[in-house]
T-cell receptor
Framework: AQKVTQAQTEISVVEKEDVTLDCVYE???????LFWYKQPPSGELVFLIR??????QNEISGRYSWNFQKSTSSFNFTITASQVVDSAVYFC????????????FGAGTILRVKS | DTEVTQTPKHLVMGMTNKKSLKCEQH?????MYWYKQKAKKPPELMFV???????INESVPSRFSPECPNSSLLNLHLHALQPEDSALYLC???????????????FGPGTRLTVL
């Protein structure tokens, strides 16, 4: 069965600190996709990244970077030099072949960045 | 245009009311979704439409009735709701999954529903 675990319920950091959000997933499929979404207080989920199971290259986009490791079933997200605007709930999600268009979300991690 | 719009932003309704939530996208996506999100919880999938046909219903009570009148619009008709149905209702759209490739979903800002 599919499952996404975000063990960190809430993280607080001071501006300019680096922070890593953990995501561990479970699936029986060999083909699957992983996603990260950001949900600021306004409520809208903002798509950040999609990764497929055959591409283990790490990715960097500005201050954001993602570390995908199939060996540990993890897809962690790092924000470098955090800013107050990064304060939000971050969700990791999984979509595999068994469930088609369905996204299975983790519980989310609340990130608070203090100035 | 990479925007999904939802109206209204806020809705307060009594348990005997009938209301509708509306969602619109102009990205040419042929898959559209309704999610329900309670406070401090992740979104829960309710319905999926693919090519304007209902493809997934996650055992949602019949007091929620979805409708997809065309490829750009998605409605959620509400009738005889309960206070526990109060939540943020999110609409999303994506390209239809083909050849095993899962596409990212783009979400609207949501409708905050309060049922009195």
């Amino acid at each position: 069965a599919q499952k996404v675990t975000q063990a960190q319920t809430e993280i607080s950091v001071v501006e300019k600190e680096d922070v890593t959000l953990d995501c561990v997933y479970e699936t029986r499929d060999t083909t699957y996709y992983l996603f990260w979404y950001k949900q600021p207080p306004s409520g809208e989920l903002v798509f950040l990244i999609r990764r497929n199971s055959f591409d283990e290259q790490n990715e960097i986009s500005g201050r954001y970077s993602w570390n995908f490791q199939k060996s540990t079933s993890s897809f962690n997200f790092t924000i470098t030099a955090s800013q107050v605007v990064d304060s939000a709930v971050y969700f990791c999600a999984l979509s595999d072949m068994e469930y088609g268009n369905k996204l299975v979300f983790g519980a989310g991690t609340i990130l608070r960045v203090k100035s | 245009d990479t925007e999904v719009t939802q109206t209204p932003k806020h809705l307060v309704m009594g348990m005997t009311n009938k209301k509708s939530l509306k969602c619109e996208q102009h990205m040419g996506h042929r898959a559209m979704y309704w999610y329900k999100q309670k406070a401090k919880k992740p979104p829960e999938l309710m319905f999926v439409y693919s090519y304007e046909k209902l493809s997934i219903n996650e055992s949602v009570p019949s007091r929620f009735s979805p409708e997809c009148p065309n490829s750009s619009l998605l409605n959620l008709h509400l009738h005889a709701l309960q206070p526990e149905d109060s939540a943020l209702y999110l609409c999303a759209s994506s390209q239809v999954r083909t050849s095993g490739r899962a596409n990212e979903q783009f979400f609207g800002p949501g409708t905050r529903l309060t049922v009195l």
